[in-house]
């Protein structure tokens, strides 16, 4: 998986968003998720089947990671 997102590459953009506002981050984290998932998508090969395998889904979540440490956007938090 490690393997994977490092030989693929995704511009994601995020200097248009306002991370101060509550919409800015939840936008960010929606690029962050929608790049990580091209990213470990971009080596797998998709035989008619729309769940992801095990190593495709790590990969995601390694990427996805990776990707809000570079950019400061955190996890959501969770109101309970």
Do not use: M
Not at 24 to 36: L, S
Not at 38 to 65: M, P, W, Y
């Amino acid at each position: 998986a490690a393997a994977l997102a490092a030989s693929s590459s995704v511009e994601l953009k995020y200097d248009d968003l306002d991370l101060s506002t509550a919409e800015g981050p939840a936008w960010g984290n929606k690029r962050v998720d929608d790049a990580a998932r091209q990213v470990s998508a971009s080596g797998s090969a998709h035989t008619g089947t729309i769940l992801r395998s095990k190593a495709e889904n790590q990969c995601f979540k390694d990427t996805r990671e990776q990707l809000r440490q570079r950019v400061a956007i955190s996890e959501p938090k969770q109101r309970g």
